[in-house]
């Protein structure tokens, strides 16, 4: 059974900073396209970033770009987020996903973390 | 970025009713679309790829169509199960974007 569990979240103050992991069990993890999205308390859904499982490509949100970095141990069946330099409109649930192998959308999703960025 | 806008935002209706949200996008996006269900707390489930591609284990009464930029996805028979909030994603291009979702009543 493919499972995908997020842990890290929680409070931070502005400017603070944290960092999300997302354990993967029940498939090849190294094969397969990984993503972050997350979605604002009572709104819609927005993606974070993909990391590629062949060719480490990786790409960010421009809401992102230059404070979140995304990375993969494959040996730890892992997937990580650092998010620096937080701000309150960073509060959301953070979801890990899986891209369907050979295809650009998520097939399996984690339960989310909650991240709360405030004073 | 490809903008991607649903409609209705709610929508009220009974069980056994045929139920249509639509969904454009800004410039096409040939198939490459997706619609996630996403229950209160939940997180959210692949219903359709591809534009018209029925995931496994979705009902059957779950259809999905279109292609270039204009989209829709359609319940045959509303079910109470059905109560959810339902999302449309483009996967043509990055940064990947979202329908601002449609919620989804049973009357």
């Known amino acids: 059974e493919v499972q995908l569990v997020e842990s890290g979240g929680g409070l931070v103050g502005p400017g603070g900073s944290l960092r999300l992991s997302c354990a993967a069990s029940?498939?090849?993890?190294?094969?397969?396209?990984m993503n972050w999205f997350r979605q604002a308390p009572g709104k819609g859904l927005e993606w974070v970033s993909s990391?590629?499982?062949?060719?480490?490509?990786?790409t960010y949100a421009d809401s992102v770009r230059g404070r979140f970095t995304i990375s993969r141990d494959n040996a730890k069946n892992s997937l990580y987020l650092q998010m620096n330099s937080l701000r309150a409109e960073d509060t959301a649930v953070y979801y890990c996903?899986?891209?369907?192998?050979?295809?650009?959308?998520?097939?399996?999703w984690g339960q989310g973390t909650l991240v709360t960025v405030s004073s | 970025d490809i903008q991607m806008t649903q409609s209705p935002s709610t929508l009220s209706a009974s069980v056994g009713d045929r139920v249509t949200i639509t969904c454009r996008a800004s410039?096409?996006?040939?198939?490459?679309l997706a619609w996630y269900q996403q229950k209160p707390g939940k997180a959210p489930k692949v219903l359709i790829s591809?534009?018209?591609t029925l995931e496994s284990g979705v009902p059957s009464r779950v259809s999905g169509s279109g292609s270039g930029t204009e989209f829709t996805l359609t319940i045959s028979s509303l079910q109470p199960d059905d109560l959810a909030t339902y999302y449309c994603?483009?996967?043509?291009?990055?940064?990947?974007?979202f329908g601002q979702g449609t919620k989804l009543e049973i009357k």
């Open positions: 996903a899986r891209d369907r192998l050979g295809y650009s959308y998520s097939d399996y």
């Open positions: 994603q483009q996967y043509n291009s990055y940064p990947y974007t």
């Open positions: 591809k534009a018209s």
């Open positions: 029940g498939f090849t993890f190294s094969t397969y396209n």
């Open positions: 410039q096409s996006i040939s198939s490459w």
């Open positions: 990391i590629f499982s062949s060719t480490g490509y990786i």
